[in-house]
Structures are given as structure tokens and as C-alpha cells.
């Protein structure tokens, strides 16, 4: 495809979803554009290692990851845009979608946007991301086979993750601001139980502590009531205080639930409006993994190219 192409798709988003949407696509000989918004790549690029997607059993690198998605979409002609998509019209049969240096149309657009992972927003938190501080049990907690750690929320999310890395950890302090949880009656009663998790009622966050070479090596927790300091030595910490679909540029155009996550057409990736797609996490708060996300991406271009066909544009 040549630059200047008009696009049959745009695809927003340059996860593990928006690349592999831009394959399908791209073989299918569908000329698309892709914006890559402001983290090209997603969240796997802040991501270390990543041992659980399939054909690399040494496992890699989430950064190199994306990097071959992409030079994958690349080989089949994606035209990739280093824009941010600011707002989107799709109330005429043409899909518009505006970033702030220009306006684009196509009869087809995958949002493939992902969701933020929420930090506390301490001082210092960005120096500890991949150096014992993480937001996803499922990428990291491998890596902290045998030490002791912490997760941070009083939600299912926070229950789950706590519950998942005793399967790794020595110990598991789960930390919350409250003395009772969010989360459900019976992932509440599994973490109480569990004689690898302890429990840290009515306490947050006030600090990270690290060692000479920067690594996390434990927090600074104050009581939530008396306003009490003390450190708890942990060499891991996961944040799993909620997740932010990235669906702020749609200004409610489109079904979303409670939390803010598309709804799709059911078992499909179809939206409500024709030749809109949503895939990935921005549609997705049970599995958020690179290969569901991939898969779903998938799904968008395979539905698209029908609609394509079918309405002969
Ligand atoms: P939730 O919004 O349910 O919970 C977030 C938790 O983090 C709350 O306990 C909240 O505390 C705490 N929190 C929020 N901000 C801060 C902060 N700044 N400092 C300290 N603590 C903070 O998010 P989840 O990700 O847990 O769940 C999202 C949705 O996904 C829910 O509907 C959940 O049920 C669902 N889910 C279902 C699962 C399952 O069924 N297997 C697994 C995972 C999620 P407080 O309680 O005080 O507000």
C-alpha cells in the first residue's frame, strides 16, 4: 500500500491486538492505517520478560515482542502514524477519526486502545517499574519465586493476584487502605485463609525503599488510623488497585459497562455501530493477556474483511 491510499480500516492502538488486526488485515489485502498513539507498542513495553507467549520457549523480552509485531504488520504494507487519536465521528456511513494534526476517514475502525494499569502516583514509583514493582501477577510473578512480597488493593483483582503468587512467593503481604475488602465473599475467605498471605488492614503505601542498585528491597507503610510508619522488607510489589480502559477519545459514543470497558456484540468483536471493532483490553477485564488480545485482534480484521466484502466497499 502507498501512502497515498485511501484507508478502507483504521486501526487505533498498537497493542498486541492493533498489530495482529494489522496482519490479517494487510494480507488480506485491505489497505489500512494503524495509530500508534503514545506508548507504540502498549503495555508489554513496560514489561520485562514475557514467558508465556507461544513459539518462545526461552521466552522475550516484551519490548522485542512488539517490535516484531510490528515489523510483522510492516511486511504486509500497515501504514503506521505516530498520533494520538483525540476524538471520533461515527455518526455518517464514513467513520471519522481526528488526532490533533488531522482528520482521517474509513468505512472501517478496530479500537484496539488497551487499558492503563492505576499507580499510587508516589514520587519515586516509575524508578521501580521492572526492578520489583509491577502491575500484572500473571507477566511477573515468576520472578519472585521464593521472596517475599506485596500486593497493593481490596478488590477481586488484589484477592486473585495475592491468591495466584503464593504459587511463587514465600509470602504475600496484601496491603489494603481499608479493615474489610471489596472483592467477593469467596476469594475474600481464600486470601484470609491462606497461611502464605498476611494481611495488612488500614495501611497504604507511603514509600518506596530501594537498595544501591536501584531494586526494590521493601515499603514504608503508614497506618491509615494512628498514622504510624513502618517498613516492610519486600523485594516485589504488585499494584492491583484497578485498570483504566483507554476509551476517554470515544466520549461515550459507544456501549461501555460499569468500568468503562467496550461491550462487544456477543461472541464477536463487533460494536453496536456497523464496521466498528473493538479488541483487546480495552474490551476485556478477565483475561488481559497479550495472546487473548492478539486473538480478539484477530477476530476484528476477519469480521471486517466480511464487512468489507459484503457491502462491497
Ligand atoms: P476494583 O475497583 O474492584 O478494586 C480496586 C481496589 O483497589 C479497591 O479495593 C480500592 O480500595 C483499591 N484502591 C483503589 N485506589 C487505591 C489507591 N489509590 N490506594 C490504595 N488502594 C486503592 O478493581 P479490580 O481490578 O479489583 O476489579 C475490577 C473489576 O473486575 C471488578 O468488577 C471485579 O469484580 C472484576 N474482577 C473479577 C475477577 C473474577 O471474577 N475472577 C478477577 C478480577 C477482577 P477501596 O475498596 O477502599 O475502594
Known amino acids: 500500500m502507498t501512502e497515498n491510499t ?4 483504521i486501526i487505533i492502538g498498537s497493542g498486541p491486538a492493533g498489530y495482529t488486526a494489522a496482519i490479517y488485515l494487510g494480507r488480506a489485502n485491505i489497505p489500512h492505517i494503524l495509530f500508534e498513539g503514545d506508548q507504540p507498542g502498549g503495555q508489554l513495553t513496560i514489561t520485562t ?21 510490528k515489523a510483522q504488520a510492516e511486511r504486509f504494507g500497515t501504514q503506521f502514524h505516530s498520533e494520538t487519536v483525540i476524538s471520533v465521528d461515527f455518526s455518517g456511513d464514513v467513520h471519522k477519526v481526528n488526532t490533533s494534526k488531522a482528520a482521517y476517514e474509513a468505512p472501517v475502525v478496530i479500537i484496539a486502545t488497551g487499558s492503563t494499569a492505576r499507580w499510587l502516583g508516589l514520587d519515586n514509583e516509575a524508578n521501580f517499574m521492572g526492578k520489583g514493582l509491577s502491575a500484572c501477577a500473571t507477566c511477573d510473578g515468576f520472578f519472585f519465586r521464593e521472596q517475599e512480597i506485596a500486593v497493593v488493593g481490596g478488590g477481586d483483582t488484589a484477592l486473585e493476584e495475592a491468591t495466584y ?28 485463609d491462606h497461611p502464605k498471605i498476611d494481611i495488612a488492614w488500614n495501611s497504604v503505601i507511603d514509600s518506596y525503599v530501594g537498595d544501591d542498585l536501584g531494586n526494590l528491597k521493601g515499603l514504608m507503610l503508614k497506618d491509615t488510623q494512628s498514622g504510624e510508619l513502618r517498613e516492610l522488607p519486600v523485594t516485589g510489589c504488585f499494584i492491583a488497585i484497578g485498570h483504566t480502559p483507554n476509551t476517554q477519545f470515544l466520549d461515550g459514543v459507544l ?42 485482534g484477530c477476530m476484528a480484521a476477519i469480521e471486517a474483511e466480511r464487512y468489507i466484502g459484503e457491502k462491497g466497499l
Open 6 to 9: 485511501t484507508p478502507k480500516a
Open 255 to 296: 456501549k461501555s459497562d460499569e468500568n468503562g470497558y467496550l461491550i462487544t456484540q456477543p461472541n464477536v468483536t463487533a460494536m453496536e455501530i456497523a464496521g466498528v471493532y473493538a479488541c483487546g483490553d480495552v474490551q476485556d477485564h478477565v483475561y488481559r493477556q497479550a495472546i487473548t488480545s492478539a486473538g480478539t
Open 49 to 69: 520478560e514475557v514467558e508465556n507467549f507461544p513459539a518462545f520457549p526461552e521466552g522475550v523480552e516484551g519490548p522485542e515482542l512488539m517490535m516484531k509485531m
Open 165 to 192: 503468587l503464593t504459587n511463587f512467593a514465600s509470602k504475600v503481604t496484601l496491603i489494603h487502605r481499608r479493615d474489610e475488602f471489596r472483592g467477593s465473599k469467596i476469594m475474600q475467605q481464600r486470601a484470609i
